[in-house]
Each structure stands twice: as C-alpha cells, then as structure tokens.
C-alpha cells in the first residue's frame, strides 16, 4: 500500500488540519511547488506580518523567508513519523528558474538545507539534463532527493542512476505526474473510440514497474499530480488506481479529505507488456506518447516557472 503525503501547504494550515492529519495516521509527509506557495502567499491572510516586517527586502528574499519558515514548521510538525522511519518528510523545491543550470540548483539547494536544518527535509529538483547532474552531486552529499517533473520512463532512468548516489540512510522519490496525460489526450482518444483516462496511470505504472527492477532499498516512485479535473470521475480515481506497494500518492487536500474515513484497497497490479499493448493503438492513429511527454515537461516548466514569477510580483513594493 501506498504512503499517503499530502500535496497542500499553507501557514495556518500546517497550525491545525495537518497536524490532525499527521496525528491520526491519514498522511506521513507533505510536498510543496512553487505554485502550492505562490496560492498560499497570495491568497492567505497569515503572511501579512511577516511580509510587512520584511518590507526592504527582494522579492527573492522575502519569498524564501517565508517559505523556509513553512518548510521548518512542516519538518517539525512530521519529525515524530520520521524519527520512527514512517517516512515524515517536506519537499522544498529549488527555484524554477534554474531548470536548466546545474550549478544554480546545487548552490540553491545547498543554502535551503543550511538554512532549513531538518533532517527530514527533501529538495525538489526537476528532472532536466542539469537537474539529473545536480541530484548526483547531491545525493553524494546524503540530501534526500524529491526528483520532480517526471514523465517519461526515461527521465525516470535518469533519476534513478542519480539517486542510486544516496547513502543507505537517506531517501530519494521519483515524483511521476500522472493526470495530465488524462487531460491532454481524452479528447483525441475519444476521437478514435480508445478509453479515456487511461493513459496516465498506464504511463506511470510503467515506471514504476522499471524502477521496481532496479530494487533501489531506499527510492520509490511517487505519484504526483492525481487531482481529478474531469467530473465524471470520483475524486478519489487516481488513488484506485495507483495505491499499490512500495510507493508514495502526493494527494490534493480535497482528496485526501474524500479518502481519510474510507478503506482504500490496493491497486491492480498492471504488467508492463499489458500497458505497452494498450500503447500501441496510440501511432496508428497518430498519437505520439514522446512528443506528448516533451510538451507537459515544457508546460510544466512554464507553470512553476509563471506561478513563481506572478507570487514574486505580489511581494514587490
């Protein structure tokens, strides 16, 4: 069964429901992006005063303050489920300017480390050709890894070599997204009579099961991006779909409030040449799974990167 962290963060949140959350066993962990603090820093009412008090500051400055406060608290608020090896981690991740630049990432990474000082903080780092270099480096360097921004199995191999750097007492996830897929090509699988909503479990079941055969002790998959935009689905979808052994479901708090009082049965365990048969039918009718891989790691990249920009903007002044 799969670990259940929750893919939410906000100040007065992590005061009060998440502790309720932690405490009563429905989640062992929690993840952040730029855009969960981009919503949280302005639309929430709870970083007033310390934003006034950091009036004079950069954008940059104020923002990392704010979200390293957030990132402490979170850490503290799961030390307990990590001290007893219940996972219990925070995910930060590195600016989404710096995609692209190796030693930006590693420099940044290391100043939040430094500044967080909790064992049981992650480092988001997206899964680029710099991205991969830098989560070597600093895996070797025994920081847990949250590789980010995964879609196809071959940034997962990538990942997974660089995670394979990390001492034995410390931990990598692979963050795989998975409804986007959905939402990108339903519309021309319905198109050629093909099922909807299949594509994005199918996709990162098949990392999975790659990364399974690597029996990496301390790497697992997460499965990321699982919100249920279309309404003809329970919210709950992507969890019956991928709540399966060894792996960790980074859920929306509407979610994670849908699931927390039901009994969740583990996921069917689809074999990889299932999934590949299914993929088939997508060439001849002109549907490429490579290209649609590249254009949501781009859109991606732009999301986090206008999410960053936009909160930087509100602080400014």
């Known amino acids: 069964m799969a670990s259940i962290w929750v893919d939410y963060l906000e100040r007065d949140f992590l005061d009060t429901e998440f502790k309720n959350l932690v405490n009563s066993g429905v989640v062992n962990g929690i993840t952040s992006n730029p855009a969960i603090f981009a919503n949280a820093i302005t639309k929430s009412e709870a970083y007033k005063e310390d934003i006034a008090k950091l009036k004079g500051k950069s954008s940059e400055e104020i923002y990392e303050e704010l979200a390293v406060k957030d990132i402490q608290k979170a ?27 190796y030693k930006g990432t590693v420099e940044e990474a290391l100043r939040l480390v430094d500044k967080i000082k909790r064992e049981n903080l992650m480092i988001k780092i997206p899964a680029t050709e710099a991205g991969y270099k830098a989560m070597s ?134 074999q990889t040449k299932h999934i590949d048969a299914f993929f088939s039918y997508l060439t001849p009718v002109n549907i490429s799974i490579q290209k649609t891989y590249e254009k949501l790691m781009d859109e991606g990249l732009k999301a986090f990167e206008d999410s960053f920009n936009n909160m930087l903007n509100s602080l400014k002044g």
């Open 137 to 270: 480096d600093l895996a070797k360097r025994g920081i847990n890894i949250n590789a980010t921004l995964v879609f196809s199995p071959n940034q997962a191999n990538k990942c997974a070599e660089a995670l394979s750097n990390l001492p034995k007492n410390k931990k990598g996830v692979i963050s795989v997204f998975v409804s986007r897929f959905d939402r990108e090509l339903n519309n021309q699988l319905a198109k050629h009579n093909l099922s909807k909503d299949r594509i994005g479990f199918f996709n990162a079941i098949k990392i999975y099961n790659q990364i399974n055969e690597k029996n990496l002790e301390n790497v697992r998959v997460l499965f990321a991006s699982t919100g249920v935009k279309q309404d003809y689905l329970e919210p709950d979808y992507y969890v019956e779909q991928l709540n399966l052994e060894n792996t960790v479901l980074t859920l929306p708090l509407d979610v994670i409030n849908y699931i927390k009082d039901k009994e969740l049965n583990e996921a069917f365990h689809f």
């Open 75 to 101: 850490c503290d608020v799961l030390a307990d489920k990590y001290n007893k090896n219940d996972d219990g981690f925070a995910s930060i991740e590195v600016n989404p300017k710096l995609a692209n630049d």
